[in-house]
């Protein structure tokens, strides 16, 4: 008879295979080696997920790998045109969010770019080593971004997102209009959709951006926004939020321009005429 789960465990274990693609008795093995901690335990599964039986799965990415890349002064990367070719081979849309979700599980530090390593591990611990189990899975994973369940492997997607749209991986900021083309990509269906009944949270935050900011996105802006996106779908009456909170200060001007636009009253602590938060 299968063990009883409780509806909070059960609803880890259909996250963890969700995201990692595991059968439910793997994850149910795994959650219960990390006490149940559903980040922890999709972490360790991707990291050590080329175990001995991986080796024949490991093999068959190897080649496929090969197939691809285009230079033999480079062995262990594929370049630009090597990429778009996969990316097309496995249904990527390659100006839709497919191309981030794509990008986060081969763990690309480059956009268009993928080395060997990566290439491998990270197919390696989902089991798809074929094109066809490839297409389907970043099928399935773009299906459920809009889900609230999802929410691991839309904020690992969200966070990757920053570091391949850098324009060199030295580079400690992302320009304006790169960031908010992916703002546009990630918070826009069928990824996940930020509005709520009164207020066009994307829309404002862009025209924020280049009315107001004007400036390029560190790390810390970058993460910050995605989780006062996530609060603010939860509550869109902001009753979360405080301005002695932590957040970066060009959050909390946003905060006084929804408030007026919205004619509720109340302005950011950032509002009128202050510095913003340091991007350099």
Aim: proline share 5%; aromatic share 10%; with cysteine.
């Amino acid at each position: 008879m299968p063990p009883a789960y409780t509806p909070t465990q059960k609803t880890a274990i259909s996250q963890f295979t969700s995201f990692t693609q595991a059968d439910s008795k793997t994850a149910a093995r795994v959650l219960k080696s990390h006490n149940w901690n559903l980040e922890a335990a999709i972490n360790d599964h991707l990291e050590h997920g080329g175990s001995a039986q991986n080796a024949p799965v490991k093999n068959a990415l190897g080649k496929l790998f090969d197939k691809y890349r285009d230079s033999k002064q480079e062995p262990d990367t594929i370049g630009t045109e090597g990429t778009m070719h996969y990316f097309q081979d496995i249904g990527v849309d390659l100006e839709g969010v497919d191309v981030l979700v794509a990008s986060e599980l081969l763990q690309c530090e480059i956009m268009g770019e993928i080395k060997r390593a990566n290439f491998i591990d990270g197919w390696a611990s989902t089991q798809a080593d074929t094109l066809p189990k490839q297409k389907a899975l970043l099928a399935n994973r773009k299906a459920s971004l809009a889900h609230p369940s999802s929410g691991p492997l839309f904020h690992a997607i969200y966070k990757h997102t920053w570091l391949i749209a850098r324009p060199s991986p030295s580079a400690k900021i992302v320009a304006l209009d790169a960031a908010i083309i992916n703002w546009r990509t990630l918070f826009t269906p069928p990824a996940r959709d930020w509005r709520s009944a009164s207020t066009p949270w994307l829309e404002w935050w862009c025209e924020f951006c280049e009315q107001k900011w004007k400036r390029g996105v560190n790390r810390d802006m970058w993460e910050q926004l995605g989780k006062f996106a996530e609060e603010s779908l939860k509550d869109e009456g902001l009753g979360w939020y405080s301005d002695e909170g932590a957040w970066p200060s060009v959050v909390d001007e946003f905060v006084g321009f929804v408030k007026e636009r919205r004619g509720d009253g109340g302005q950011g602590k950032g509002d009128g005429g202050g510095e913003g938060m340091d991007v350099e």
